[in-house]
């Protein structure tokens, strides 16, 4: 059964880091572009960070450049976003998803993982 489960979320005190994991089961993650988002009650998604397949484009929401880093490990089938100096306001559930993504755009396409919480305290 194709799937994304998300890991490494917890709580954390403001100037901390944490690793988010996105492992892939059932296809091979490498096969698709990857996106990063997150996601606050009553307030719409947002894209944190999205990678192209062939890693010719990466995207970083200006709120998080220079604080986060998306990487994939090909051998683990796995996808991660290193989230360093975490704030108050990154406090979300996050979420990975395949993506197609033009160096432009970076649109849903097909699986979803269901989130890990990250909560950031003062």
């Known amino acids: 059964q194709a799937r994304l489960v998300e890991s490494g979320g917890g709580l954390v005190q403001a100037g901390g880091s944490l690793r988010l994991s996105c492992a892939a089961q059932?296809?091979?993650?490498?096969?698709?572009?990857i996106g990063w988002f997150r996601h606050v009650p009553n307030k719409p998604r947002e894209a944190v960070s999205c990678?192209?397949?062939?890693?010719?484009?990466?995207y970083y929401a200006d709120s998080v450049k220079g604080r986060f880093s998306i990487s994939r490990d090909k051998s683990k089938n796995t996808v991660y976003l290193h989230l360093n100096n975490l704030r108050p306001e990154d406090t979300a559930r996050y979420f990975c998803a395949t993506v197609i993504y033009s160096g432009t755009l970076c649109v849903e396409y097909k699986y979803w993982g269901q989130g890990t919480q990250v909560t950031v305290s003062s």
């Open positions: 990678n192209s397949k062939n890693g010719e484009n990466t």
């Open positions: 059932g296809f091979t993650l490498d096969d698709y572009d």
